[in-house]
């Protein structure tokens, strides 16, 4: 599957972007999502995720509560709604796909196959 992310920007602290990822190429219901940003100077970490159907979701502890991931599988689209930003979460967002669903590694980016290609987010202080 292909991935295309999309709807970074620069924004104040507090403010809110949202994010979008459209997949190509397979059948997008048949991937869990997730997403993932990195930071200059620092790895990869983890965001937050959604199963084939939308059903289950999981957040890093830092964005609980802020951030929320959705899908639309007829429109092959994940979402990451992030509101209350933080200076903190500047960072390049890169979404990524995975045809397994397992609780226990969802987190790690291994074990996702295909990666999109990483939409700037700028929080100003």
């Known amino acids: 599957v292909q991935l295309q992310a999309s709807g970074g920007g620069l924004v104040q602290t507090g403010g809110s972007l949202r994010l979008s990822c459209a997949g190509s190429?397979?059948?997008?219901?048949?991937?869990?999502m997730g997403w993932f940003r990195q930071a200059p100077g620092k790895e990869r970490e983890f965001v937050a995720a959604?199963?084939?159907?939308?059903?289950?979701?999981h957040y890093a502890d830092s964005v609980k509560g802020r951030f929320t991931i959705s899908r639309d599988n007829a429109k092959n689209t994940v979402y990451l709604q992030m509101d209350s930003l933080k200076p903190d979460d500047t960072a390049v967002y890169y979404c990524?796909?995975?045809?397994?669903?397992?609780?226990?590694?969802?987190?790690?980016?291994?074990?996702?196959?295909?990666w999109g290609q990483g939409t700037l987010v700028t929080v100003s202080s």
């Open positions: 190429g397979r059948t997008f219901s048949n991937y869990v």
């Open positions: 990524s796909a995975d045809r397994s669903y397992s609780p226990t590694y969802i987190a790690q980016p291994g074990i996702y196959d295909y």
């Open positions: 959604i199963s084939w159907s939308g059903g289950t979701t």
